[in-house]
């Protein structure tokens, strides 16, 4: 499968490891849009929120609690949002779920 984010799951590509066990993978953004900007994917495939199912839904709930942890090892628990884009109008651009860790500043309030 052509996917880039499964290619650098795989060290095909290289990345900025900040976690990485059985289930779940995070590493630096490379366009960072926060002083701290993360994204966090699934080990296994998964092409979106939409994808996520009664078959595979632990991996985004391990996810889930993975994310505090993250933020915490980051210094950024004080405030950070989490962030999945989800299909064509949402701009996701690569299709391998994944959820962006936002912080290390005041964020916007608006969502975009
Ligand atoms: P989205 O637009 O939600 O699909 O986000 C995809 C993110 O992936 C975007 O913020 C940039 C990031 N990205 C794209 N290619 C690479 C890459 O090769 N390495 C890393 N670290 N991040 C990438």
New binding site residues.
Partial sequence: MDC?FCK?IAGE?P??AVWSDELCYA?????P?APV?I?VVPKVHIESVDGINAENSAVAAHIFETIPKIAAAEGISGGYRV???CGENA????HHL?F?ILGGEKLSDRMA
Avoid at 27 to 31: E, G, K, Q, S
């Fill in positions: 880039l650098i590509i990345s900025s590493f630096r953004d490379i366009a849009q900007h994204l962030v999945s884009n701009c996701q651009s690569v994944h962006h």
